[in-house]
């Protein structure tokens, strides 16, 4: 794992991220970035299956199995715990909600345009925000992660197996996905600037990547 952080990739993305090498904690930061490259260039990343399991314990599982969730539920966490710390649990609340509702129209075989590109996008768009600590109107912010939180609801439902509960699913993947999203305000409370800059530069360049790989 280590060895990823003299990857060249990560080398030239630390370059274009200036605050690395200014703050002392510049091991930190570029071991950040290692990480979550490791995490997001692994082939998880692109949806090569998922867990066969029914009910809850498949619907806890599920955001775990695609790293392009992982990925855009921690970012909303990290962005909600850097710019919106007054209204903490706005942006997190807004992501849970509609993905439900996503969840819901997938789960019945409704189709919605874009969906793998919206989730993409919202790897890309929401690690920028990180990255440039973008401070919007809450409500602004809301809305656009209600959007990439419909997409992802949606790749929920339709991924949900056959035999699995729909309200099982549903209350387990819910579950995770405000796990994640706690995960990510705790590392925005623990983490100096640096690393969680470093965290939303490393998401969005590798969204970028991954867009351009397939």
Not at 98 to 125: C, D, N
Request: net charge positive; hydrophobic share 60%.
């Amino acid at each position: 794992m280590m060895r990823s952080l003299n990857n060249p990739f990560v080398l030239s993305l630390s370059k274009h991220l200036p605050f690395l090498k200014k703050n002392p904690s510049t091991s930190s930061g570029r071991t950040a970035v290692g990480v979550l490259l490791a995490l997001l260039s692994t082939p998880a990343f692109a949806h090569p299956g998922h867990l066969h399991m029914a009910g809850f314990t498949a619907g806890v599982l599920h955001p775990l199995t695609g790293l392009d969730h992982l990925a855009a539920m921690l970012m909303v966490g990290l962005w909600a715990g850097t710019v919106f710390r007054n209204r903490l649990i706005v942006p997190p609340l807004a992501f849970v909600a509609f993905m439900l509702a996503g969840f819901a129209l997938g789960a019945i075989g409704g189709a919605l345009p874009l969906t793998e590109l919206l989730i993409l996008a919202s790897v890309i768009v929401l690690g920028a925000m990180v990255l440039f600590e973008v401070r919007l109107p809450i409500m602004a912010a809301s809305a656009l992660i209600a959007l990439f939180a419909f997409a992802h609801g949606h790749a929920h439902g339709a991924e949900m197996p056959a035999d699995a509960s729909v309200l099982s699913f549903g209350a387990g993947f819910a579950l995770m996905t405000a796990a994640l999203h706690a995960a990510g305000v705790g590392l925005a409370m623990l983490a100096n600037r640096p690393v969680t800059r470093a965290l939303g530069g490393a998401s969005a360049a590798l969204g970028l990547v991954w867009m351009f790989a397939t």
